[in-house]
T-cell receptor
Framework: ETGVTQTPRHLVMGMTNKKSLKCEQH?????MYWYKQSAKKPLELMFVYNFKEQTENNSVPSRFSPECPNSSHLFLHLHTLQPEDSALYLC????????????????FGPGTRLTVL | QKEVEQDPGPLSVPEGAIVSLNCTYS??????FMWYRQYSRKGPELLMY????GNKEDGRFTAQVDKSSKYISLFIRDSQPSDSATYLC??????????FGTGTSLTVIP
């Protein structure tokens, strides 16, 4: 496996379900991100982990709960979601904010297409 | 005012045309600028990464940054049907806070 992988690729869940999204990066990066992508909107940053520490939480509802057990893995735990949470959820990784020279380009996974019924 | 403005299109051009995609931004502290290509139902793929003002060329792609005007561009020469995708601009200061445009949908007609 190379780059950034995400599972599952598609997920349909009811509003009372609990599910988790998984992301794994094979790039040796130190920062990982969760984004939400909805039609005709910019990517919305949800969470950032830098060296396994959460550094950003952009006012995301508590029904989304991230977990970063190590610098290669990132999870997004979902519970009691709403239909408006249906979107493409993208994981990304980068060298991290302490990278030499400030270079910090992000590499994205293929995304999980989430539908909440 | 949005941090990053990008015309969503859609943009439709004939094969072989030169395509110009643009973004404007409001924060003069941005130093790093990126262009991503996103095919339908896929994640964004990094195309170009540039630092500060100037041009960067990679094959048929040229990225241009004009910090004085807060304006960035991506040019695609000899466009191909395989270039049909949504193109996202993105930028950041030093650190982990990235800002994205809404994306421009491009179709190259054979």
């Amino acid at each position: 496996e190379t780059g950034v992988t995400q599972t599952p690729r598609h997920l349909v869940m009811g509003m009372t379900n609990k599910k988790s999204l998984k992301c794994e990066q094979h790039l040796g990066h130190n920062a990982m991100y969760w984004y939400k992508q909805s039609a005709k909107k910019p990517l919305e940053l949800m969470f950032v982990y830098n060296f396994k520490e959460q550094t950003e939480n952009n006012s995301v509802p508590s029904r989304f709960s991230p977990e970063c057990p190590n610098s290669s893995h990132l999870f997004l735990h979902l519970h009691t979601l709403q239909p408006e949470d249906s979107a493409l959820y993208l994981c990304a990784s980068s060298q991290g904010s302490l990278s030499v020279g400030g270079r910090n380009e992000q590499f994205f996974g293929p995304g999980t297409r989430l539908t909440v019924l | 005012q949005k941090e990053v403005e990008q015309d969503p299109g859609p943009l439709s051009v004939p094969e072989g045309a030169i395509v110009s995609l643009n973004c404007t931004y409001s924060n003069s502290a941005f130093q790093y600028f990126m262009w991503y290509r996103q095919y339908s139902r896929k994640g964004p793929e990094l195309l170009m990464y540039t630092y500060s003002s100037g041009n960067k060329e990679d094959g048929r792609f040229t990225a241009q940054v004009d910090k004085s005007s807060k304006y960035i561009s991506l040019f695609i020469r000899d466009s191909q049907p395989s270039d049909s995708a949504t193109y996202l601009c993105a930028m950041h200061r030093a650190g982990n806070q990235f800002y994205f445009g809404t994306g421009t949908s491009l179709t190259v007609i054979p």
